[in-house]
């Protein structure tokens, strides 16, 4: 069955530094993957989706993923954190986008 | 565009009442799914509909219900509430449903749902 861990519940960075938020899946074939963030009372916007081809994956909002199938990875990377950026991160495994599984969310805080 | 919408935004709802949640897809978007946020969690799948067909369920008892509707905005009804359904409700549209290079999901702000 397909799943989804994000080891980290809470993460704390300085506004400026960098940023790495970790998710690893379980799933039986080639995953779509994808990287959703949730402010506050807000829905869940797309960062950025991984269906083939190149592992490394540009989002919106200066957001990257790198897909690892060696070790059922697809950890999100931003170089340099802005205050704008604290929020809930949600990574999520799919296929057809039916029965899509989300992982437990990191909570991002950003310290000025 | 308008994105996804939703409503109620809020409702609060006692034990063993009934409740529907409607949606608006994003104009041109065939395909609503639903998914339960409890706090503290991540998004979990409850249905799918795709040209008013089920295309996909979740693990959730059969209280829980939906359906789409020509213009392809969606209902979710939930009867027998229980405290447990406390949760925020969000729809997700897309374009179709069972693409070779996948679907992207476009979410709506939720309804939150409180069972006293």
């Known amino acids: 069955a397909q799943s989804v861990t994000q080891p980290d519940i809470h993460i704390t960075v300085s506004e400026g530094a960098s940023l790495e938020l970790r998710c690893n899946y379980s799933y039986g074939a080639t995953p779509y993957l994808f990287w959703y963030v949730q402010s506050p009372g807000q829905g869940l916007q797309l960062l950025l989706k991984?269906?083939?081809?190149?592992?490394l994956v540009q989002g919106i909002k200066g957001f990257e993923a790198e897909f690892k199938r060696s070790q059922s990875s697809f950890n999100l990377r931003k170089p340099s954190v802005h205050w704008s950026d604290a929020a809930e991160y949600f990574c999520a495994v799919g296929h057809n986008n039916n029965d899509m599984r989300f992982g437990a969310g990191t909570r991002l805080t950003v310290k000025p | 565009d308008a994105g996804v919408t939703q409503s109620p935004t809020h409702l609060i709802k006692t034990r063993g009442q009934h409740v529907t949640l409607r949606c608006s897809p994003i104009s041109g978007h065939k395909s609503v799914s639903w998914y339960q946020q409890v706090l503290g969690q991540g998004p979990q799948f409850i249905f799918q509909y795709y040209e008013k067909e089920e295309r996909g369920r979740g693990n959730f008892p059969d209280r829980f219900s939906a359906r789409q509707f020509p213009n392809y905005s969606s209902e979710l009804n939930v009867n027998a509430l229980l405290l447990g359904d406390s949760a925020l409700y969000l729809c997700?549209?897309?374009?179709?449903?069972?693409?070779?290079?996948?679907?992207?999901?476009?979410f709506g702000p939720g309804t939150r749902l409180l069972v006293l």
């Open positions: 997700a549209s897309s374009l179709g449903w069972g693409r070779s290079d996948g679907e992207t999901q476009y």
């Open positions: 991984y269906f083939s081809g190149d592992t």
